[in-house]
């Protein structure tokens, strides 16, 4: 009991406050989701550029010596579905980010940084015309309350909007560490294509891309692309057969990535 009792204690000890990571990056940044298209992405070609990895994506760092900047992981099955991913991810990853039940019930404290992820706070129809808030952009659409629970956290210590895709909960941890350029691999959001890293013969997650893209993703990608995306924040998508519209998040190959990231080195 007692020895539980002290592993718990060091675990809460550990975790950081997301006011440690704040603004400490600037330039390029990958983020590494699962969709199929990622099975394509010259990730060692990259490797010193800094990424986010998501969930079962970390799959893709095993033959590289790639340590991830961050790990994000938003399911709370993740870790019984696919124990072994989530262990790599725990012991490779520089930072980790997970919901504080998932933090609790870690077994052993991680190799990097971590950080309890939260939810903004909804705000009431009243809260929502007087409060001023710097640090998130809510949706203007007041007088619908599931519209008013959409929006971008600049500032992760205030929690972050979930949109049903943890890409989404991705983007606002990279603009709140302060990257300026951010790249999509694998953010598909294509559920028939499922997830590059699962097969026939593996455990498959629940998916609920096509219940929540219309309602959800897209509205909040919107959002984002509106009132956040500007010249300090840049958003990119590497997935050709994403369902993120262009006129959303621009689409680019890998040549034009190459010389943009090139460009930012000599900059």
Request: hydrophobic letters at 40%; aromatic letters at 10%; proline letters at 4%.
């Amino acid at each position: 009991m007692d020895s539980v009792l002290s592993e718990g204690l060091a675990l809460e000890a550990k975790v950081n406050n997301f006011e440690s990571c704040r603004g400490i990056a600037s330039g390029p940044v990958f983020i590494i989701a699962s969709g199929a298209s990622a099975k394509d992405f010259p990730i060692e070609q990259f490797a010193d550029v800094p990424m986010i990895t998501l969930n079962g994506a970390i799959s893709m760092f095993i033959d590289t010596d790639i340590r991830p900047f961050f790990y994000v992981c938003s399911d709370t099955s993740f870790r019984l579905q696919q124990p072994e991913l989530y262990t790599l991810a725990l012991q490779r990853s520089q930072r980790i980010a997970l919901w504080k039940s998932e933090v609790d019930r870690l077994a052993e404290i991680p190799a990097g940084e971590l950080y309890a992820l939260s939810k903004a706070k909804d705000l009431s129809l009243l809260g929502s015309v007087l409060k001023r808030e710097p640090h998130h952009a809510r949706s203007r659409v007041l007088w619908n309350r599931r519209a008013r629970s959409i929006g971008f956290s600049k500032d992760m210590r205030h929690g972050f909007f979930d949109a049903r895709t943890v890409a989404y909960a991705a983007l606002q941890l990279a603009y709140h560490v302060g990257f300026t350029k951010v790249f999509m691999v694998g953010v598909d959001l294509n559920q028939a294509s499922g997830r590059f890293y699962e097969n026939d013969a593996s455990t498959k997650s629940p998916c609920g891309l096509d219940t929540h893209f219309e309602g959800r993703i897209l509205p909040s990608l919107r959002l984002m692309a509106k009132r956040v995306v500007d010249e300090n924040f840049e958003v990119y998508n590497l997935s050709e057969n994403s369902r993120i519209p262009r006129d959303v998040i621009p689409k680019l190959g890998i040549e034009q990535v190459l010389g943009m990231v090139a460009a930012e080195s000599f900059s």
